[in-house]
């Protein structure tokens, strides 16, 4: 009886300590926080040392070893890269770029994606592999004709041009659906039916909360997306109407381009970027882990 009295309360301690153990939140050990701070470092270098580069002359930064700390130059860079491009319109313009295409993916990818993963149609499957199918087209082949279309409705020059190819993409259309069939059970869209809800009170009441991780995704990969494209800008914008890209592009020709003016400038039209992403990234992370909780 005693040795049985004595080995209860060590069980009783071992279970609540593995019971502990399995259920509290592990620990990271030193290892793991030196190789996040060697990923950390190294995703910040290349932001780092365009801040150096624009801080300092092609001359400076010609010399060997090159240097490593920032100066006050930079604003001096900076007003001359202002002098040469109208850098507040451009950020302007790309803002308005990518607002309306991140917008316009979303409102009509999920409004597809809603369609593709509940509603049973006719051609339903063959219209999906359509789309689909658009992913393997590069965007060069239909340079020409988009081109052709944009000049015909007088659309060069104008921020129309580079936001109209950009409005939907297959890309948006497949991620939505794929994640309308696992987190929207068919019974709760049955249900809206059978209560006399239309399909567009299902899809606002229903759909959108649901949707709203994967909506938060496909936004920020969007504006990002348009935020850096400049193959398309730089074919129907000029350095009159110009977002950012084609702007730092204007500013990088002649016969010696000033590399310091080039990096000044792209360092001052990322940091919005950034400060936006530092504002919203925490929301979007969290509406991703919420909806991997649900899912």
Avoid at 26 to 33: H, W
Avoid at 41 to 66: C, R
Avoid at 75 to 96: E, G, Y
């Amino acid at each position: 009886m005693a040795a049985m009295t004595t080995t209860a309360p060590a069980v009783r301690r071992s279970r609540s300590g593995r019971s502990g153990q399995a259920g509290g939140q592990q620990r990271a050990g030193k290892f793991t926080y030196f190789l996040i701070a060697i990923i950390t470092l190294l995703s910040i270098f290349p932001l780092y040392w365009t801040l150096v580069s624009g801080s300092h002359t092609n001359a400076q930064m010609a010399e060997t070893p090159p240097p490593f700390v920032p100066t006050g130059d930079f604003f001096h860079n900076l007003s001359m890269a202002m002098q040469r491009q109208d850098l507040w319109r451009a950020l302007l313009n790309s803002t308005i770029v990518a607002t309306v295409v991140a917008v316009s993916n979303v409102l009509f990818c999920t409004l597809a994606g809603f369609a593709f993963a509940k509603l049973r149609f006719r051609g339903s499957n063959v219209l999906l592999m359509l789309v689909v199918g658009t992913l393997m087209v590069p965007l060069q082949v239909g340079i020409v004709p988009l081109f052709m279309l944009a000049a015909k409705y007088h659309m060069i020059g104008h921020l129309q041009a580079a936001i109209a190819p950009y409005l939907v993409s297959a890309f948006g259309v497949f991620l939505l659906r794929q994640y309308l069939i696992a987190a929207l059970p068919t019974e709760l869209v049955e249900a809206g039916w059978v209560d006399g809800a239309s399909t567009f009170r299902i899809f606002r009441s229903i759909v959108l909360p649901i949707a709203r991780p994967a909506m938060a995704v496909l936004a920020m990969f969007q504006f990002l997306m348009a935020w850096n494209d400049f193959f398309w800008p730089i074919l129907v914008l000029n350095n009159r109407n110009p977002t950012v890209q084609v702007a730092l592009n204007g500013m990088g020709t002649g016969y010696i381009p000033q590399t310091a003016v080039v990096m000044a400038a792209t360092f001052f039209v990322t940091v919005p970027v950034l400060v936006a992403f530092g504002f919203l990234g925490k929301q979007i992370v969290g509406g991703i882990m919420q909806g991997a909780v649900k899912g």
